[in-house]
T-cell receptor, first 111, second 113 residues
Framework: GEDVEQSLFLSVREGDSSVINCTYT??????LYWYKQEPGAGLQLLTY?????DMKQDQRLTVLLNKKDKHLSLRIADTQTGDSAIYFC???????????FGTGTKLQVIP | DVKVTQSSRYLVKRTGEKVFLECVQD?????MFWYRQDPGLGLRLIYF???????EKGDIPEGYSVSREKKERFSLILESASTNQTSMYLC????????????FGQGTRLTVV
């Protein structure tokens, strides 16, 4: 796998939208994922997008994929304090064992 | 409710000790993984196994070994623990036929003193 980069920290006010960004380098990625890690817990798969899609919406979550720029984003609408967590993007470039995770973005939601 | 269970939440070991981290899954998954998580570095794959007794090195296998004698259990072994192995260790499992499912354990925070 190649590098998957994310900004380390994001702070938003409750009720605002959050946008977490990720850049990846492997153009052969098949799936791209967003995981959430709450304090003291393991990772939970939030959503994923197949590489031939541009957008996927799932309730408050919107995933945008720009394959040309190798850019993935996760938008959380109406951010709540329960959304405070670390968010990891990950790319699958050939079967699940070949998954590279980003560095993680810590989202802080201010009441 | 699907589960990946790691045997310990917190461990403190001395330099040079042999350390075993255990992981059990109840979903009959073929694939199991061990990652370490460090601030600013994300998750890095140590080893994975795609079947009983089968294993492959990940990105950072040095200083570690693994054992998978039964499908549901995947053990990570630190042959001689060192302080630079202080980290959070995460186990995960996934089915071999679905690339959109993966489940993680709650993690083991290992401190080597």
């Amino acid at each position: 796998g190649e590098d998957v980069e994310q900004s380390l920290f994001l702070s938003v006010r409750e009720g605002d939208s959050s946008v977490i960004n990720c850049t990846y380098t492997d153009s052969s990625s098949t799936y791209l994922y967003w995981y959430k890690q709450e304090p003291g817990a393991g990772l939970q798969l939030l959503t994923y997008i197949f590489s031939n899609m541009d957008m996927k919406q799932d309730q408050r979550l919107t995933v945008l994929l720009n394959k040309k720029d190798k850019h993935l984003s996760l938008r959380i609408a109406d951010t709540q304090t329960g959304d405070s967590a670390i968010y990891f993007c990950a790319e699958n470039y050939g079967g699940y064992q070949k998954v590279t995770f980003g560095t993680g973005t810590k989202l802080q939601v201010i009441p | 409710d699907v589960k990946v269970t790691q045997s310990s939440r917190y461990l403190v070991k001395r330099t040079g000790e042999k350390v075993f981290l255990e992981c059990v899954q109840d979903m009959d998954h073929e694939n199991m993984f061990w990652y370490r998580q460090d601030p600013g570095l994300g998750l890095r794959l140590i080893y994975f196994s795609y079947d009983v007794k089968m294993k492959e090195k990940g990105d950072i296998p040095e200083g570690y070994s693994v054992s998978r004698e039964k499908k549901e259990r995947f053990s990570l072994i630190l042959e001689s623990a060192s302080t630079n192995q202080t980290s959070m260790y995460l186990c995960a499992s996934s089915p071999s036929d679905r690339e959109t499912e993966a489940f993680f354990g709650q993690g083991t925070r290992l401190t080597v003193v």
